[in-house]
């Protein structure tokens, strides 16, 4: 099924339903508790009620998308914007002129700015820093000692990032700041999502001062870093250039607070998500021995037994799908809103403008009606001749449409890369103490991953 084919003629507003209410609400909280106690439980089990629902969260109402034709119609119809309470969260905290939360005008302006920065030919330039900081990965784990896979995964993902995109000298320290301040912020974050207590979260309760902490060093670290760029009077061909360069509509450079609001817009969900899934590369490596010495033997027949390169990663083509079914069964987006700026229609039913609606990629890609065997790990579904059978945007971990990630081929060579470098060097045994469960947050991540690396 297609898009086009979901919704071929726009029927009369008449004909249009309201989608029907998910059951289990309860007075005042609605399906809150439900969605705050379980939600990914929660957000699969709406496809057993409806193509789109509707949810209570407090007294608002929610509208759900539960198949991926309407969230792939969704993501492509202008008559969705980024908003509603995930974002306005977002906005309050991270910054209201990041690319992230920008709509319209200004997000075409932003996007067209950091574009060049992600494009397919620019990601070889990366390639050296993406070894570099690959290799030393395997180095520092050759001991064989523990490795807490949380703040390992983080100093990878930012380092690479910052490295990158701001070239700026990210040290370990930096990255283990950020991966505190994101943990605390993102999860505070969530709860404020979830649980909209509003001034119950100004009280100086602990919980309350640990965020406004975290939140506070997150925007600390982003002007060290323009801070440091402006005194180094250098002026490098990277995305950080292109930011302090950038022009508005009028010709006029960008103010201060939209350089720093886009550094955060792109430092934040380029390491939490990044080092989210690398911690579940990392668990699915320990937890399938027999896929990590698939992925093994493919990168020794590539490389003939020399180091991995930046240059090996299109060639890998096994490798390449155990990260996508990593990342169908565990991806690090599950959630994820739109507002509808008109009364408009989606797969028959009637949504009305200002409509806040939601959708989880993970409930998505492990529909049974999508996948056979939908909960096996299974990388060679994604070989060409299987993976036709897989309906459109039952796998779109990038979203589609003007707020596709713009780092997908970014994230895609550096998860690859990591990936077989970690197969080639170790074998990854979990440790006691190691917690696996699946942690929800604005993210989803191992709760506290931790392997004993075994060098091949
Ligand atoms: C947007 C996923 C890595 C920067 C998005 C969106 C998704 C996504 C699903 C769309 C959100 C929406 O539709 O509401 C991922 C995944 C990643 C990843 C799964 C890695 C596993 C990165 C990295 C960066 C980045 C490494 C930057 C260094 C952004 C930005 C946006 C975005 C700036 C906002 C784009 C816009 O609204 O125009 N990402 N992302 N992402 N991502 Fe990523």
């Not at 980024?82 to 920008?102: D, N, Q």
């Not at 083509?317 to 739109?338: C, Q, Y």
Request: hydrophobic share 40%; glycine share 8%; net charge neutral.
């Amino acid at each position: 099924m297609t898009v086009e084919s979901v919704n071929p003629v726009t029927p009369v507003a008449s004909e249009l339903r309201e989608p029907p209410l998910a059951g289990g609400g309860v007075p005042l909280l609605g399906h809150g508790w439900k969605l705050a106690r379980d939600p990914l439980a929660f957000m699969s089990q709406l496809r057993d009620h409806g193509d789109i629902v509707r949810i209570k969260l407090g007294p608002k109402t929610v509208y759900a998308v539960t198949t991926p034709a309407l969230t792939g119609a969704m993501a492509l119809s202008p008559d969705y914007i980024i908003a509603g309470p995930l974002w306005e969260s977002l906005e309050g905290l991270l910054g209201k002129e990041g690319v992230a939360t920008a709509n319209g005008p200004l997000h075409r302006r932003q996007r067209r700015t950091i574009q060049p920065a992600f494009r397919l030919d620019a990601i070889p330039a990366y390639g050296p820093i993406m070894e570099e900081e690959t290799r030393a990965l395997v180095e520092r784990w050759q001991g064989g000692e523990t490795i807490d896979c949380t703040s390992e995964s983080f100093r990878i993902a930012v380092r690479v990032a910052a490295r990158c995109l701001l070239r700026g000298q990210f040290m370990d320290e930096r990255a283990e700041r950020l991966c505190i301040a994101l943990a605390s912020v993102f999860q505070g974050m969530y709860h404020r999502m979830v649980v909209p207590l509003g001034p119950l979260y100004r009280l100086p309760l602990p919980a309350n001062r640990e965020f406004n902490r975290a939140l506070a060093d997150l925007h600390l670290l982003v002007d060290e870093i323009v801070a440091e760029r402006r005194a180094s009077g250098q002026k490098p061909d990277d995305l950080l250039t292109a930011l302090l360069e950038a022009k508005d509509d009028n010709g006029d450079p960008i103010g201060e607070q939209e350089i720093h609001d886009q550094v955060v817009a792109i430092l934040t969900p380029g390491s939490e998500t990044i080092a989210s899934t690398i911690m579940s590369l990392l668990l699915v490596l320990a937890d399938h021995p027999e896929q990590a010495d698939k992925v093994c033997s493919e990168v020794r027949t590539v490389t003939g037994g020399r180091p991995v390169a930046f240059d090996d990663v299109r060639k890998l083509t096994h490798t390449n799908n155990v990260v996508i079914e990593a990342m169908r069964l565990r991806p690090a987006v599950w959630i994820l809103t739109r507002r509808a700026v008109a009364d408009t229609e989606l797969g028959g039913y009637r949504i009305p403008a200002g409509a806040d609606i939601v959708y989880s990629p993970y409930a998505i890609q492990r529909d049974p009606r999508s996948y056979e065997r939908h909960l096996e790990f299974d990388p060679d579904r994604w070989l060409p001749e299987r993976s036709k059978d897989i309906p459109k945007y039952a796998m779109r971990p990038f979203s589609v449409g003007n707020r596709k990630c713009p780092s997908d081929h970014f994230s895609m060579a550096l998860l690859t890369l990591v990936t077989a470098v970690l197969a080639d060097g170790f074998r990854f045994e979990q440790v006691p103490g190691s917690v696996d469960e699946t942690r929800v947050g604005i993210t989803l991540r191992p709760q506290r991953l931790r392997l004993k690396p075994v060098p091949r």
